[in-house]
């Protein structure tokens, strides 16, 4: 079965600290698809990446990064340097194979502070 | 600007009343989705049409009826809810099924009385 852990409710830091977000999932597929959407306040979910299970290269974009570990089903965000702006809820996703269907995850909370 | 519209933003109805939701998007995909985000609880996903033909139905309660008129324009009729679908509504739109990206609008936020 298909599955996303975000164990992390809500974090709070202070701007400019940097803060991993934790995402782990579970699927028995080889093919597969991971995501990480924003939520600011608005509600839109805005799409950050994506990322394909046979790709588990470490990609920066700007202040974010993530880590994609297959040995321990593990797609981690963090944010360098963090900024007011980031505040939002942050959702990791999972889709298998050729499907319409993502997975989400409960969701962090991320509070940046100034 | 995100390229999914959702109107209305916000809808508060009775149980009784008959009231629909509408999504558009702009962006030349060929599918669009529902999906609704309870508070503390995963976005579920409700339905998924490809090329105006729904694909997928989440075991989503017949209260909630879907219309697709064409690849641009997603409908939610919603008729004789309760309480508990009190939710944030999402339309997303992808290119196609599968890898690519689902792009969301802003929702809607319905209250049920």
């Known amino acids: ?114 | 600007e995100t390229g999914v519209t959702q109107t209305p933003r916000h809808l508060v109805m009775g149980m009784t009343n008959k009231k629909s939701l509408k999504c558009e998007q702009h962006l030349g995909h060929n599918a669009m989705y529902w999906y609704k985000q309870s508070a503390k609880k995963p976005l579920e996903l409700m339905f998924v049409y490809n090329f105006k033909e729904q694909t997928e139905n989440n075991s989503v309660p017949s209260r909630f009826s879907p219309e697709c008129p064409n690849s641009s324009h997603l409908f939610l009729h919603l008729h004789t809810l309760q309480p508990e679908d009190s939710a944030l509504y999402l339309c997303a739109s992808s290119p196609g099924v599968g890898d690519q990206p689902q792009h969301f609008g802003d929702g809607t936020r319905l209250s049920i009385l």
């Open chain 1, 1 to 114: 079965a298909q599955k996303v852990t975000q164990a992390q409710t809500e974090i709070s830091v202070v701007e400019k600290e940097d803060v991993t977000l934790d995402c782990v999932y579970e699927t028995r597929d080889t093919t597969y698809y991971l995501f990480w959407y924003k939520q600011p306040p608005s509600g839109e979910l805005v799409f950050l990446i994506r990322r394909n299970s046979f790709d588990e290269q470490n990609e920066i974009s700007g202040r974010y990064s993530w880590n994609f570990q297959k040995s321990t089903s593990s797609f981690n965000f963090t944010i360098t340097a963090s900024q007011v702006v980031d505040s939002a809820v942050y959702f990791c996703a999972l889709s298998e194979g050729r499907t319409d269907k993502l997975i989400f995850g409960t969701g962090t909370r991320l509070q940046v502070f100034p």
